[in-house]
Structure formats: C-alpha cells, structure tokens
C-alpha cells in the first residue's frame, strides 16, 4: 500500500452518501433545539473534511448558492469525481482538493461557520486526527459549529474482535493480487465459520450474531472503509471532548434534535440515574452505557452561547416547517434509542394534516392545537422537535434564499437524474431540495420516473417501455412479491402502474418541496 495512504483503504471508491445532519440548516435547527445559538444561514462558509465521493457537499452547495463549500478528500480520485460534478451541476461555490488534512490546516482558507466530518475520526489515526484538530482550531470562527461523527464505546466493545479478524484475514490471508471484494468474502466465510464453533468467542458473544449476520448483505466498498482500514479506534464521548478542547470546542447538542427529548429516548430506571449526575459531560457517557452507544453524531461549537428561555421558544416558533415525507408515511410510532415510542394523536395528527396542505410556522401550529385544548405552545415545541428528528418534517429557509436556490439545485438535480438514466456510477439516490437547504431522498426509479416526464407527450406506457430498455440494457429487472418479473410486456405494464403510483404519491410532496 503507497505511503500517501497512511492506512487508509483506497483501493476501491466509497460508496456514495448523503447524510442531512450535515447540512447547515440541519445543524442549526439542533443547536436552536438544544437551547444555543447557531450560525448565519442567509450568508455563511462551510467546510467538510474526507467527504468520500463528495455528491452530498455538491448537494449542499446547489440547495445553499449563498454559501461558500470547500472541503478535502486525500483520495484524488474521490476528488476528481467531485470536481467534474461541481463543474457539470454549475457549482462555482464548490472548491475541493486532495490535501491530506496537515496540508489542508497549512493552506490559506477562509474562517468557516461550520465544519463537518462523518465517520472520519475513527478511521484515520491519532496523529491525522491531532491535524483535524489544528486544521478546526485555525480555521474555525468563534461561535461557529462543528459536526463530527465517530463510533463509539460501549456499543463496539464486543465487536472489536470481530473487527480485528476481518482485518488482519486481508492481511495475512490474502495476496494484493487477490481482488477486495474476493478478500472479503474470504473473511466473511471465515467469520461465519467461527461463529459456528461451540465455545468460540462468537458463540459466547450473542448479541454479535445479528451484526455478523447483515455484515452478508452490505455493500463491499463500504465494509472495506468500515472494517479493514489500518486505524480503526473506537473512543468514548468524554475522549472526544478531552481531543477537541485543544481547539476551543465545547459539546452544545446532538445533531439528532430527537435525542433532545429524554422522555422518549430514556427508560425510567436510565432517566433516574441520570438525574443523580450533575456533570453534563459524564451524563453524555453514562447515557451512553445506558442505552449501548454505537455510534454518535454530535454537534461542538467554539464559544457555544445559551438562548434564553423566551429566545429558545422563539427560534422554534418563528421557524417554518414542511412535510418531507408523504403524509400517509408519518406513522405515529417512532423508533428510538429506546425501541419504539407512540406519539399522541391529539397533538400530532392535527399538526402532520395542516403540514400536509402548506408549510406553516410554529406559531401557525400552535393556534392549530388550540382548539384542541390548553397548553398548545408549549405541545407544538416539543413536537416540531420530534417530527423533525424522526425525519417528517423540516424546517424551511427564507423564501428569498428559497428562490435563490431554485436555479442551482434544478442543475444538480438533472445532473444526478441524467446519472441515473445513464447508470455508468454509483447511485446517489438524493435530490436538492431550494425549500429546506438540504437533501430528499429520491430512489433509482422516483429518478427514472422524473426523466420519463422530460420525454415529452408519449403516453404512459410509451414512457414505461422507454424505462424497461434502460433497465434491460443495465441488466437489472423488476421484483414483485419479492420475484423477478418475466417478460417485456409484463414488466412495462408494472412499470406503468408503479409510475401512476408514483405521480399520485411522490411527485405531489416533490413539487410542493421545489424539486421539481
């Protein structure tokens, strides 16, 4: 493996990802949820470190013309792919670079309102992670945001064996001629064998069982970064806190707005204990071991400054918020850290059905519930926070930032649709979205289907067939009741009911999103 690598996996490309924590309107809707104060919006800079393909940073930059996007990825060919998507989508506001993160930190950048890492930490090592924390703390502006995301103690405690065989079997298992996706399988089988055997650790360990079992069907470029990287250090939230001290940083809020609501994500028997610690940081590693923390995406701000109790109603309140997901799909129960949470209908079936017919301030909600019953302000707080961690609901930009970023997100987005229709790379199954500055998942066919509308006045099945030769000609085929279809005439005709389906139910909520 070349020096330059330091470790790390470049062998095979990541997979692409977007991940709408990351965006800025994300991160400060957190922040204001958390009770802090957030950076700009209407005109800010944005940095991101290892951004992989870098398709969620294009994104970014299309749904946010009025901010400036850098970020480095030290694979130049992550980076040469997101230079030709800024350069197809018309990104003048995106700059990447191949910089590992010690030439980054020399080079001279502007100060950022937020900086954003995903997954990054674990995988680079302490001396690569001591630069990411000289590049935050020259780069970063006083009250700006930093997101970073990490694996985390105790959920990994039992799995770093598993971890260490996958890897070290590639190491000394393998030749380099072997191919990565072959040496993996190799490790898996081996994994899968172990498993087996009365007394190994793996048969003591079952709660691995589960976690070995959906190691099987992920995709291989994506277990190669997880798993087979030189470095690979899980750490607890106090060891985070402790390393980015050193650039001024402090904990402000998870960037999960959900995890705000220690109701729904605690038991009574964790919330009692939790109430007996005073130190917030030793309660973020206590809730840790209470819940088995795997994985955390946090939110640390240099200079973080409380809102006051009138200041953080009014954040939420003055907020607008839109329907992300079709209101049929806003199921009352939600998954959280604690297993599953039922949400009162009299509060939010009111406030999902108003949202259903136009975007609508706090405010707008809370004079919804108030003929519903008393206290209806302080209902509609706590509920725009949980429908918007459990991905309902988002809160909008101003409608003269929306306007702005019609144009340039209408680019990216028919960049990423011709993507699709060709199928020569990844799937990126995101779109722009001008109305909230961030991203909506738009799968492989909802793409497909937004391109049969460019083919101008052919009927509905003239559009399927032209659909079915893109298929067949990167031969995938259809599934129904988990089967392939078989024929051409068959397989047109699911084509167009699955396209009705589509117009009926995903094409309203893109269009009332600016998508289309």
Known sequence: MNDWTEGYVTEVDYTYGFYKEMSPASMRYALSAAGYEAPPIDHFSYCELGFGQGAGLSLLAAANPQGNFYGTDFNPAHSAGAARMAQASGLPNLHVYDDSFEQYA?????????????????????????????????????????????????????????????????????????????????????????????????????????????????????????????????????????????????????????????????????????????????????????????????????????????????????????????????????????????????TYDPILDALANAPASGRQLAEVL?????????????AVIVLVGAGYIAPCVSSAQEAAAKASSDRFNQHIVQRTVRATEGDFN?????????????????????HAETLGEATPEQRASTLWALLKSSRQHLLKDGKPIEGDEASVAELTRRHEEWITTQRPLLKSLGVL
């Open 430 to 450: 995101f779109l722009a979205c001008p109305r909230t500055g961030t991203g909506v998942a738009q799968q492989r066919m909802g793409q497909l289907y937004m």
């Open 370 to 382: 108030a003929s519903a019953g008393p206290d209806a302000e302080n209902r509609v707080l706590q």
């Open 106 to 346: 020399a080079r001279e950048l502007p100060k950022f309102d937020y900086i954003t890492l995903h997954g990054v930490w674990s995988w680079v090592g302490i001396e690569n992670c001591n630069h990411i924390v000289e590049f935050i703390g020259k780069h970063l502006k006083v009250g700006g945001a930093v997101y970073i995301s990490y694996n985390t103690l105790p959920g990994w405690t039992h799995a770093l064996p598993m971890r260490g065989l996958l890897s070290q079997y590639v190491q000394y298992q393998t030749a380099p001629a072997d191919s990565l996706a072959g040496r993996i399988d190799g490790a898996l089988k081996l994994l899968n064998a172990l498993d087996g055997v009365p007394g190994s650790y793996f048969k003591q360990t079952p709660q691995l069982a589960e976690r070995i079992k959906g190691l099987q069907g992920q995709n291989r470029n994506y277990l190669a970064h997880e798993y087979l990287n030189r470095h690979w250090t899980p750490v607890f939230f106090s060891q985070m806190v402790e390393a980015l001290e050193a650039a001024k940083l402090s904990f402000a809020a998870h960037a999960n707005p959900l995890n705000c609501i220690d109701s729904l994500n605690h038991t009574k028997e964790l919330q009692a204990v939790l109430d007996g610690i005073a130190s917030p940081i030793f309660k973020e590693v206590v809730r840790d071991l209470g819940i088995n923390q795997s994985f955390r995406r946090d939110i640390f701000v240099r200079g973080p400054r409380r809102l006051s109790r009138h200041d953080h109603a009014a954040a939420l309140l003055d907020t607008v918020y839109a329907l992300v997901v079709e209101r049929a799909q806003c199921a009352l129960k939600i998954k959280t850290t604690v297993a599953e949470a039922t949400l009162n209908a009299a």
